[in-house]
């Protein structure tokens, strides 16, 4: 069985322009959580979805959005890129509503370069 | 603000000696706490986990250890082996939040 997969796992966008990041969850997970993780610090979290509805929500600007589908398969997208949101983003599957824990698994992330 | 924090950014072991890597949390509405591990170009990894009724859980060679006291959560490693050479992180959860600390690196030598 696959693990968590994000796609693309490299990528450089243009300051002002707008990006979309994919995660595919573990089967039979519901819950995919966002987290941003800046070089040399710990992951901060965006967002977490849950059976398609967003149930927590980090410390993020308006510019950060995300959404669930139906496969419970998750985007995130971030709008009118600044140097600062260079950063890997990581996607977490979970079969439950909890955030973390034993059944929470972590993709190898997408790293994101802004120009 | 409250945030979750590290004591030591490194930490360096000989092999087969134990290790302890510590992390201080400000928030007492934390009812969750979990210690991740981050091998490089790879997405953090479950260790282990505790709830905030309890103040010690044991895995295999890892302890958690909880002071609500002092609001300190403790990461020890038995018998410290290379391939536990990593960054490790802590993080609390709370009401459908959660926060990481900034890391700390476990280095193993031979």
């Known amino acids: 069985d696959a693990g968590v997969t994000q796609s693309p796992t490299h990528l450089i966008k243009t300051r002002g322009q707008q990006v979309t990041l994919r995660c595919s969850p573990i089967s039979g997970h519901k819950s995919v959580s966002w987290y941003q993780q800046v070089l040399g610090q710990g992951p901060q979290f965006i967002f977490q979805y849950y059976e398609k509805e967003e149930r927590g929500r980090g410390n993020f600007p308006d510019r950060f959005s995300a959404r669930q589908f139906p496969n419970y398969s998750s985007e995130l997208n971030v709008n009118a890129l600044l140097l600062g949101d260079s950063a890997l983003y990581l996607c977490?599957?979970?079969?439950?509503?909890?955030?973390?824990?034993?059944?929470?698994?972590f993709g190898q992330g997408t790293r994101l370069t802004v120009v | 603000g409250e945030s979750v924090g590290l004591h030591l950014p490194t930490l360096s072991v000989q092999e087969g000696d134990n290790s302890i890597i510590n992390c201080a949390y400000s928030?007492?509405?934390?009812?969750?706490f979990i210690w991740y591990k981050q091998e490089s170009g790879k997405g953090p990894q479950f260790i282990i986990d505790?709830?905030?009724?309890?103040d010690k859980r044991q895995g295999q060679r890892v302890t958690v250890l909880l002071n609500k006291t002092v609001k300190h959560l403790s990461l020890q490693i038995a018998a410290t082996q290379p391939g536990d050479s990593a960054v490790y992180f802590c993080?609390?959860?709370?009401?459908?939040?959660?926060?990481f600390g900034a890391g700390t690196r476990l280095t193993v030598k031979p």
């Open positions: 505790i709830r905030s009724n309890m």
């Open positions: 993080a609390e959860s709370w009401d459908n939040d959660m926060r």
């Open positions: 928030n007492s509405a934390s009812d969750y």
């Open positions: 977490a599957s979970s079969p439950s509503s909890l955030i973390g824990g034993t059944e929470a698994f």
